[in-house]
């Protein structure tokens, strides 16, 4: 589309060239038009035409080999030998000696003395003081006041005004009153009784008996037996067993393996990207004038790069070792083993018991024991109780109340308002009161106490008892001792053992690849200011007029 253009521009010059002065339009007719036409002396020269290159975007598919992993699993035959271990059972016999033991019983007298204790009752007489409480009765006078109203009927005069219906000014009187209360103190004397306590001491005699202990001393017989020990030693023949350990070799193969890095290529996701295509130039006849009309956005895969990924692989591999195994062979010792037995030889023996015996010897005493003795005494007080009286004095008021001109004539009237005046007359009262008061008299009884004494009396006691006497008796026993024996036995087995194998397969895969292609393309600059249309316009101009002939 760009050398059209190019091949019209040369042309219009060349036209130019050949026409000489007579143009009668300049820049090849492009400026005749009679909306933008100027004068003939103002007429502009051939724009100077410059060219620049441009970017655009071109959108290739690039096919590109990737390789993906395939796994394949087969099993393989592996053999390996066991050994079983075989246990067998046997018995052994083995002598030994024990030593029994024999019980023999007989009996022996023992004499020991025992305090046979005796009670004794008695009875003794005790003096004590008592306190009986006595209630005696008495009247007490108690004066007390009371008040009681005093009512009064008055009767007072009031004066008022009817008011007649005459118009003027008048003042009117008004009268009322009030009551002001008048508070009085008093005070009056209450008179009461009061016991008071007191406390008087006295001395008692108080009989008490104490116990003192008399000890006797004493020496009794009394028989025991002791045992001695007496060691002998013997000889025992006693057989042992140890195992003896047998070391062989054999060679077996175990399965082993070492872990190894692979590196492997993964191909980076696929992303969706949009780019808008190149649009086209648009020329209006209408109003003479080109328009650009961008092309549409469209929305294409593009494969981001791959990378490399390292991960490790298990491969395995079989080695023969040597395995050293033990086996155990019994062997039997016999030796002797020293002994040594023990029994116990009983002797009678006699030791002299040293004993004291007690008893209590009563013993009467008297102590003076001081009591306390609690009675009231009766006491007068008086208090003095304020009390408030009060009475409503009486005050009369007046006050003048001017009024407006009305037709109103005043007249005076009277008329009699009855009210009630109240007092208190005091009233002197005396009241008895009976009253009760409380003493103790002191009062001697005579109680019995009985007590128990206790003494001990020594008897004689005889007792018969089983002694019981232990002595070994050495016997020989046989007994048969298990003991198990071990061998091992070799087995062949079988196993399937799964290998895993990978390869890799190639595939194609197409992506897409964005590159900028270089364009060039021609800019037209006026020579003069006072060029009224722009470069896209005069280039349309000149396209119509010329590159529709070629």
């Known amino acids: 589309m760009r050398f059209p253009v190019s091949r019209t521009f040369v042309a219009a010059l060349v036209g130019l060239v050949l026409a000489g002065g007579t143009v009668s339009a300049s820049h090849c007719g492009a400026c005749a038009y009679p ?157 009461y009784m009061v016991h008071k306590p007191m406390v008087r001491t ?60 692979v590196s492997e290529y993964v191909p980076g996701p696929i992303i969706q990207q949009c780019r808008q295509t190149p649009g086209n130039w648009h020329f209006d006849p209408c109003t003479c004038q080109s328009y650009y009309c961008p092309g549409p956005t469209v929305s294409y895969s593009v494969q981001c790069p791959g990378r490399h990924v390292c991960r490790q692989v298990y491969v395995p591999r079989q080695e023969v070792r040597k395995l050293r195994t033990c086996r155990y062979v019994t062997r039997e010792h016999c030796h002797a083993v020293p002994y040594t037995t023990c029994k116990l030889v009983p002797e009678c023996h006699v030791r002299q018991v040293h004993y004291t015996t007690c008893k209590l010897v009563p013993e009467c005493h008297t102590r003076m024991e001081t009591r306390q003795q609690c009675y009231t005494v009766c006491e007068e007080k008086c208090e003095k109780i304020p009390y408030t009286t009060c009475h409503y004095v009486r005050e009369d008021h007046c006050k003048m109340v001017t009024c407006c001109k009305t037709v109103m004539v005043p007249e005076v009237k009277t008329r009699k308002i009855p009210y009630t005046t109240c007092h208190y007359v005091r009233k002197e009262n005396v009241r008895c009161e009976t009253r009760r008061e409380c003493y103790t008299v002191p009062e001697v009884k005579t109680c019995q106490i009985p007590y128990t004494t206790c003494r001990y009396v020594p008897q004689e006691m005889c007792q018969t008892i089983k002694v019981r006497t232990c002595r070994y008796v050495t016997d020989m026993r046989t007994c048969q001792i298990p003991y198990t024996t071990c061998h091992y036995v070799p087995e062949e087995k079988c196993v399937q053992v799964p290998r895993v194998t990978c390869h890799y397969v190639p595939y194609t895969i197409v992506t897409k690849q964005c590159r900028l292609v270089p364009i060039c393309e021609a800019i037209c600059e006026p020579s003069c200011s006072s060029l009224y249309m722009s470069h896209t316009e005069w280039f349309a101009r000149l396209h119509n007029q010329y590159g529709c002939r070629h």
């Open 35 to 191: 909306v933008y036409a100027a004068p003939a002396l103002e007429q502009c020269t051939l724009p100077s035409v410059t060219y620049r290159v441009r970017y655009e975007s071109v959108t290739e598919e690039v096919p590109q080999t990737c390789y993906r992993p395939v796994y394949q699993t087969h099993y393989e035959t592996c053999r390996y030998t066991t050994y079983r271990p075989v246990y067998e059972q046997h018995v052994r016999e083995h002598c030994y000696a024990v030593q029994r033991p024999v019980f023999e019983e007989h009996d022996e007298v023992r004499r020991y003395t025992v305090m046979h204790p005796v009670f004794e009752n008695h009875v003794r007489t005790v003096c004590y003081t008592v306190q009986r409480p006595m209630v005696r009765e008495y009247q007490v006078a108690i004066p007390y006041y009371t008040y009681h109203p005093v009512y009064q009927q008055h009767c007072r005069e009031e004066c008022y005004t009817v008011m007649n219906p005459v118009q003027q000014t008048y003042q009117v009187p008004v009268h009322w009153c009030t009551y002001r209360p008048v508070i009085q103190q008093h005070v009056r004397e209450h008179r």
């Open 202 to 261: 006295y001395q008692v005699p108080v009989q008490f008996t104490t116990y003192r202990t008399v000890t006797e001393q004493h020496v009794a017989d009394v028989p025991y037996t002791t045992y001695r020990q007496v060691t002998e030693t013997h000889m025992a023949y006693r057989k042992s067993y140890t195992c003896e350990p047998i070391w062989e070799e054999r060679d077996v193969v175990i399965d082993c393996g070492s872990w190894q890095t």
